[in-house]
């Protein structure tokens, strides 16, 4: 199992933008590659892990309705890393943001960074 580590969270004001990474630790690239979905998550308080924005191997991406537009899921597979670019943010995204990767025989979720939005 490889570790998922999450980095780039903080505290950011209405409108401010931030960039999250998770970096596959302990992985070789073909490894990181044979995951054929990767994708953020992430938690508020009193509600449901949901999917945030996810990317497949073919390239094709999904994002929830309330991201669309601002957010953006990207890979370095050199780096194995994915990243989650985040715009013109609102109180409502503040939660905790989780990275996701697997296929059909794994899923790996990281320990999550919190995300703050507030003025």
């Known amino acids: 199992q490889v570790e998922l580590v999450e980095s780039g969270g903080g505290l950011v004001q209405p409108g401010g933008s931030l960039r999250l990474s998770c970096k596959a630790s302990r992985s070789i690239l073909s490894i990181f590659i044979s995951f054929s979905n990767k994708g953020w998550y992430r938690e508020a308080p009193g509600k449901q892990r949901e999917l945030v924005a996810s990317?497949?191997?073919?390239?094709?991406?999904t994002y929830s309705d309330s991201v669309k537009g601002r957010f953006t899921i990207s890979r370095d597979n050199s780096r194995k890393t994915i990243y989650l670019q985040m715009n013109s943010l609102r109180p409502e995204d503040t939660a905790v943001y989780y990275c996701?990767?697997?296929?059909?025989?794994?899923?790996?979720w990281g320990h999550g960074t919190q995300v703050t939005v507030s003025s």
């Open positions: 990317i497949s191997n073919d390239g094709s991406t």
């Open positions: 996701n990767m697997g296929d059909r025989n794994a899923n790996n």
